[in-house]
């Protein structure tokens, strides 16, 4: 938050929880008492058997609507908030336009199974325990760079904005984060470890995108967020006064 907010003491933490069914944010003292609470539930999207998604513009204005809402229900102003917190579902995958803020298309959640002929392909190719022994992973429909694969694959735009360099991956915390620093202004592209463990994409050993990995899957790199320790000393990024309460227009 922006620096002429100093004035006002900050007793609180925003935890958002963005989950398969909804989302929720909490906001605690600094004693770790709870001070308010609020949930927004989002659409199942289910265009085929064993195909599951949801709509990303959807989470995000949840996600500012339920911050709205434990605001309003405690009289809690947002200069009184210190730092905001993001936990969520994992392996849920979204690529949108840096330029414009929008996805290219749903994103293609943790219970999908449309990615099975990319893993059935990967497993032909490759020896399955290699990957394990890289990622810790087995190779499953479960993950997020095989879902990252098929997208570029099936979604024209999304296939050839890697080239213009308009594109960005994210798992959900990353899509949300990027939103709350302001996106296409110059938002915060990162995820965590946690996160980045679970997209079959990441070296458990150096704790890094994995370049032989990217190459098994034919993902660019450049689309990738920067990893970040799950709890830092530096933050993600900033939230500027009263950013996420203003809808923008995508």
């Given at each position: 938050m922006e620096a002429e907010a100093a004035s006002m003491e900050r007793e609180y933490v925003a935890a958002i929880d963005q989950g398969t069914t909804g989302t929720r944010l909490a906001l605690f003292r600094k004693d770790g008492a709870l001070a308010a609470f609020s949930y927004r539930e989002h659409t199942q999207i289910h265009p085929r058997?064993?195909?599951?998604?949801?709509?990303?513009?959807?989470?995000?204005?949840?996600?500012?609507?339920?911050?709205?809402?434990?605001?309003?229900i405690s009289n809690i102003a947002p200069e009184e908030i210190a730092a905001i917190g993001v936990t969520n579902q994992r392996e849920t995958t979204i690529i949108w336009d840096l330029v414009?803020?929008?996805p290219y298309c749903n994103a293609v959640v943790w219970q999908c199974t449309r990615t099975s002929q990319?893993?059935?392909?990967?497993?032909?190719?490759?020896?399955?325990?290699?990957?394990?022994?890289?990622?810790?992973?087995?190779?499953?429909t479960y993950f997020s760079g095989p879902k990252i694969r098929w997208i570029l694959d099936n979604i024209p735009e999304a296939?050839?904005?890697?080239?213009?360099?308009?594109?960005?991956?994210?798992?959900?915390?990353?899509?949300?984060?990027?939103n709350l620093?302001?996106?296409?202004?110059?938002?915060?592209?990162?995820?965590?470890?946690?996160?980045?463990s679970r997209t079959m994409l990441m070296d458990?050993?150096?704790?890094?995108?994995?370049?032989?990995?990217?190459?098994?899957?034919?993902?660019?790199?450049?689309?990738?967020?920067?990893?970040?320790?799950?709890?830092?000393?530096?933050?993600?990024?900033?939230?500027?006064?009263?950013a996420y309460f203003i809808s923008r227009s995508l």
């Open positions: 058997p064993g195909w599951v998604e949801h709509d990303p513009l959807e989470i995000w204005e949840n996600v500012q609507l339920a911050t709205k809402d434990a605001l309003a414009t803020g929008k990319v893993c059935e392909e990967l497993e032909k190719r490759v020896h399955v325990e290699s990957i394990r022994e890289r990622t810790g992973l087995p190779v499953s296939g050839e904005a890697p080239r213009k360099g308009r594109a960005a991956f994210g798992t959900m915390d990353t899509w949300i984060i990027w620093t302001v996106g296409v202004e110059g938002g915060s592209h990162v995820t965590d470890y946690s996160n980045a458990l050993r150096r704790l890094r995108w994995d370049g032989e990995m990217l190459d098994m899957l034919s993902i660019p790199s450049g689309i990738l967020p920067t990893i970040c320790p799950s709890s830092d000393r530096e933050p993600y990024g900033w939230t500027p006064k009263g």
